[in-house]
T-cell receptor, first 113, second 115 residues
């Protein structure tokens, strides 16, 4: 069973601060996704990273895939209350006829106005 | 209109009752999934289906069954509900294809309480 460890589990910061959340595993993934989930809703896909070392930006959010494709980070610049939510990472491994997508347990972010 | 819909959104049922959760999608995706989410345990896969004739067990399939009635419809049944099946249930879809086959599109969830 592949495990994805997310840290920190909880994060409470003031509006305008920067933050980084991490997603780590001992397994190699063919791709890794980040989702954001708001209360009462399903997770929404933010980004997929595929190549080791890849960096993708989505407005104030920067996603990085580790060189060895075992870990990833999400950095938020100048956090806003609208960034509040549960951030989930999910790692995919491909195999003939098989399906393996492992979710981390999430980082719950609260941005205080 | 939402691409992935789930009914009901909330359900309270008693131990031993049979219950069905339904999922419909207009994304045209072949692949559909059922997950449950519990505090502290994250999202866990119950069943998945890569097409109408393909059904596979996930990590925690015991106590659940599924039916893929059409490309757009995937239902989850609890044959005899028990309290530890109280959870938030999500349906998801994904496209078929190397680059996007793992990107999940989730419904809004069903909050199920078994008393």
């Amino acid at each position: 069973t592949q495990l994805l460890e997310q840290s920190p589990q909880f994060l409470s910061i003031q509006e305008g601060e920067n933050l980084t959340v991490y997603c780590n595993s001992s397994s190699v993934f063919s791709s890794l996704q980040w989702y954001r989930q708001e209360p009462g809703e399903g997770p929404v896909l933010l980004v997929t990273v595929v190549t080791g070392g890849e960096v993708k930006k989505l407005k104030r959010l920067t996603f990085q895939f580790g060189d060895a494709r075992k870990d990833s980070s999400l950095h938020i610049t100048a956090a806003q209350p609208g960034d509040t939510g549960l951030y989930l990472c999910a790692g995919a491994t491909s195999g003939a006829g098989s399906y393996q997508l492992t979710f981390g347990k999430g980082t719950k972010l609260s941005v205080i106005p | 209109d939402a691409d992935v819909t789930q009914t009901p959104r909330n359900r309270i049922t008693k131990t031993g009752k049979r219950i069905m959760l339904e999922c419909s999608q207009t994304k045209g995706h072949d692949r559909m999934y059922w997950y449950r989410q519990d505090p502290g345990l994250g999202l866990r896969l119950i069943y998945y289906s890569f097409d109408v004739k393909d059904i596979n067990k996930g990590e925690i399939s015991d106590g659940y069954s599924v039916s893929r009635q059409a490309q757009a419809k995937f239902s989850l049944s609890l044959e005899s509900a028990i309290p530890n099946q109280t959870a938030l249930y999500f349906c998801a879809t994904s496209a078929t294809g190397t680059g996007s086959s793992y990107e999940q599109y989730f419904g809004p969830g069903t909050r199920l309480t078994v008393t």
